[in-house]
């Protein structure tokens, strides 16, 4: 395969230890095209950090305000340390599903920005029935 020469062989290594894969499992990992093509890109995620900031924010529970942020490295994880100390699990679907955008629209080589890039908690707000809503969107910063 042509992709496979292309990518270092320290980077497979990082990646066998980082996910504590057997020689096995990480020969698995390495006949996937898709994961070829992921690791090139990998480099251009390390660099930006996402942040979510609340947009909207009325009869929230948790108490999420207008302004209050929430870091994201673009690898996918949270940077908690940097964030509010509470945090509603009902808002967290809706980072997820802006993360898995952003993360896609960089490996594609594609301006990160999601065209549809607002998005909200579960409640679904107190004129539907629920408590609250939370709106969040997401910012790419550059460290």
């Keep these: 395969m042509k992709d496979q020469a292309i990518t ?4 497979w290594k990082f990646m066998q230890q980082r996910l504590g894969y057997s020689d096995e499992e990480l020969e698995l990992f390495k006949s996937s095209p898709r994961n070829h093509k992921i690791l090139k890109k990998a480099g251009d995620l390390v660099n930006k950090t996402v942040v979510f900031e609340v947009v909207e924010s009325h009869g929230c529970n948790i108490e999420h305000h207008v302004g209050e942020k929430f870091f994201f490295s673009a690898e ?64 790419i910063v550059n460290r």
């Design 76 to 139: 996918g994880y949270m940077l908690a340390h940097k964030g509010p100390k509470k945090i509603c699990p009902y808002i967290m679907p809706a980072m997820s599903r802006l993360m898995w955008i952003i993360q896609e629209r960089i490996y594609e080589g594609l301006d990160p920005h999601p065209y549809f890039y607002r998005a909200h908690c579960e409640d679904v707000g107190l004129d539907c029935g629920g408590w609250g809503r939370v709106v969040i969107e997401p910012k």
């Design 8 to 11: 270092d062989e320290a980077v």
